[in-house]
C-alpha cells in the first residue's frame, strides 16, 4: 500500500504541495491560475509553522485505523481494503462532520465555500500516477513509498 510520507526538515515552507493540490482538484489548466485565497479552490493539505519557527507539513495519513471512517455514521468515509487508502463520498455524507472531530491529526475539514461537505486527501486517484503535492516538491520532502 503507497502512503504520502513527509520529512518535515526537508520542508522549506515554499506551498508549491498547496498550489498543486487546489490546481489538481480544481478547473485550473496550470499552477498560475491558482488563487489560494478563493474558497472554492482548497488544498487538502496545508502547510503551518511551528512554535520554533519550522515549517510543518500536514497531510492526511490515510490512517490504518482511521478515526476518521469509524466515527462516520453514513458510511461516506471508508478504507478501501485494496488500496489502503481512506476514501470519501460526497453524495453519502450526511455534513455530521463527525470524520473532522476524530481525525488525530486535524487534516479533515468542512470546505469553506459552503460548508456542505469534507475537504479530504483522494491520493489524486483520477491522475493515475503519484499525487500532484508530491510531483511538485521541489525540495522531496513529500514523497510516496510503499508501506
Not at 515552507?13 to 498560475?32: L, P
Not at 487508502?85 to 479533515?108: A, T
Not at 456542505?116 to 520532502?141: E, H, I, L, N
Amino acid at each position: 500500500m503507497k502512503r504520502i510520507m513527509i520529512d518535515a526538515k526537508k520542508c522549506d515552507g515554499c506551498k508549491n504541495c498547496m498550489i498543486a493540490c487546489v490546481q489538481a482538484h480544481g478547473e485550473h489548466d496550470s499552477v498560475h491560475e491558482v488563487n489560494l485565497s478563493d474558497p472554492r479552490g482548497e488544498a487538502r493539505n496545508t502547510i503551518l509553522l511551528g512554535a520554533e519557527g519550522k515549517c510543518k507539513p500536514l497531510f492526511c495519513r490515510h490512517c490504518e485505523k482511521p478515526g476518521c471512517a469509524a466515527s462516520c455514521m453514513s458510511g461516506a468515509m471508508a478504507k478501501d481494503p485494496a488500496s489502503g487508502h481512506v476514501r470519501y463520498d460526497r453524495d453519502k455524507c450526511g455534513q455530521c462532520y463527525m470524520c473532522v472531530m476524530n481525525c488525530p491529526f486535524g487534516v479533515l475539514k468542512p470546505d469553506r465555500a459552503t460548508g456542505t461537505y469534507v475537504v479530504k486527501c483522494d491520493f489524486c486517484q483520477q491522475r493515475g500516477s503519484d499525487p500532484s503535492c508530491v510531483k511538485m516538491c521541489p525540495t522531496k520532502a513529500i514523497f510516496v513509498e510503499e508501506v
